[in-house]
Nanobody
């Protein structure tokens, strides 16, 4: 299983970024997949997840209404559109697979993350 996140960067508060995740080494269709983030000195936080079956989604409370997740199984890609970014969104974002999407569902595997910094 390989997951490569990209698309991070420096953005001003209120701005937008689109993260991408390239999956390889497994059949993406069968897995729930999503994103978690980790900021220095803070615990890992689930951001969003989309299931492989019915495309149901999970959102962390802090990003609801601002972020959108999508998946393209044919291209083996997952995307996270982040809008109305806030300084507290600053973290390393990781793409991960899950058994199921939910608030207490731990990630199964993840790759190298991408840094998102929201600052003026």
């Amino acid at each position: 299983v390989q997951l490569q996140a990209s698309g991070g960067g420096l953005v001003q508060p209120g701005g937008s970024l689109r993260l991408s995740c390239a999956a390889s080494g497994f059949t993406l269709d069968y897995y729930a997949i999503g994103w978690f983030r980790q900021a220095p000195g803070k615990e890992r936080e689930g951001v969003s997840c989309i299931s492989g079956s019915d495309r149901s989604t999970y959102w962390g409370d802090s990003v609801k209404g601002r972020f959108a997740i999508s998946r393209d199984n044919a291209r083996k890609k997952v995307y996270l559109q982040m809008n109305s970014l806030r300084p507290e969104d600053t973290a390393v974002y990781y793409c991960a697979t899950y058994v199921t999407c939910g608030p207490n569902s731990p990630p199964l595997s993840w790759g190298q993350g991408t840094q998102v910094t929201v600052s003026s």
